[in-house]
T-cell receptor, first 113, second 111 residues
Framework: QQQVKQSPQSLIVQKGGISIINCAYE??????FPWYQQFPGKGPALLIAIRPDVSEKKEGRFTISFNKSAKQFSLHIMDSQPGDSATYFCAASKSSNTGKLIFGQGTTLQVKP | DTAVSQTPKYLVTQMGNDKSIKCEQN?????MYWYKQDSKKFLKIMFSYNNKELIINETVPNRFSPKSPDKAHLNLHINSLELGDSAVYFCASSQAGTGAFFGQGTRLTVV
């Protein structure tokens, strides 16, 4: 049973465009939703995270939108740059152990110059 | 200073061998983890451990065992390695209310 479903599997965006990655979760007990960025040969790096008491969180060019009723959340990367090319993972966990993460399948983003 | 460091970065070994991967965190976090990333990049938690509790993912074979000499270290010991164990293993740590911070990974290849 895949508890966190992520789409699309891959994404190609032109430089300056908006990249959008979507995730859906099943377990309503989840209350911490981070996004991770992973470059080849590196470990996943925490990018931004949100809790269900807010509908949106923005940090620089990265924004998480959260829809609690639909059990969905998404990552928007504004003004996408070639340096943003990486694999992005959404995840979910419970506040009792926020590092015990259930990951989505990952999205490979390529930003073309 | 590397926050979460693990060694070795690469590990090639034969089937049936026993191997260990070491992990250290200097963030002062209470909880440490081991994650496995398969060839399709899917990340799955294997263990969650703090001073009080070890939580084992039920899908992890008992050939895998975490060992923690102290709060800052969580090593992964694997017995009788199999071809299917080939993957990238990540150590991570977290504090209450934060996501996990990952090490750079150990690529294990079983031949």
């Amino acid at each position: 049973q895949q508890q966190v479903k992520q789409s699309p599997q891959s994404l190609i965006v032109q430089k300056g465009g908006i990249s959008i990655i979507n995730c859906a979760y099943e377990n309503t007990a989840f209350d911490y939703f981070p996004w991770y960025q992973q470059f080849p040969g590196k470990g996943p790096a925490l990018l931004i995270a949100i809790r269900p008491d807010v509908s949106e969180k923005k940090e620089g060019r990265f924004t998480i939108s959260f829809n609690k009723s639909a059990k969905q959340f998404s990552l928007h990367i504004m003004d996408s740059q070639p340096g943003d090319s990486a694999t992005y993972f959404c995840a979910a966990s419970k506040s009792s152990n926020t590092g015990k993460l259930i990951f989505g399948q990952g999205t490979t983003l390529q930003v073309k110059p | 200073d590397t926050a979460v460091s693990q060694t070795p970065k690469y590990l090639v070994t034969q089937m049936g061998n026993d191997k260990s991967i070491k992990c250290e965190q200097n963030l002062g976090h209470d909880t440490m983890y081991w994650y496995k990333q398969d060839s399709k990049k899917f990340l799955k938690i294997m263990f969650s451990y703090n001073n009080k509790e070890l939580i084992i993912n039920e899908t992890v074979p008992n050939r895998f065992s975490p060992k923690s000499p102290d709060k800052a270290h969580l090593n992964l010991h694997i017995n009788s390695l199999e071809l299917g164990d080939s993957a990238v293993y990540f150590c991570a740590s977290s504090q209450a209310g934060t996501g996990a911070f990952f090490g750079q990974g150990t690529r294990l290849t079983v031949v």
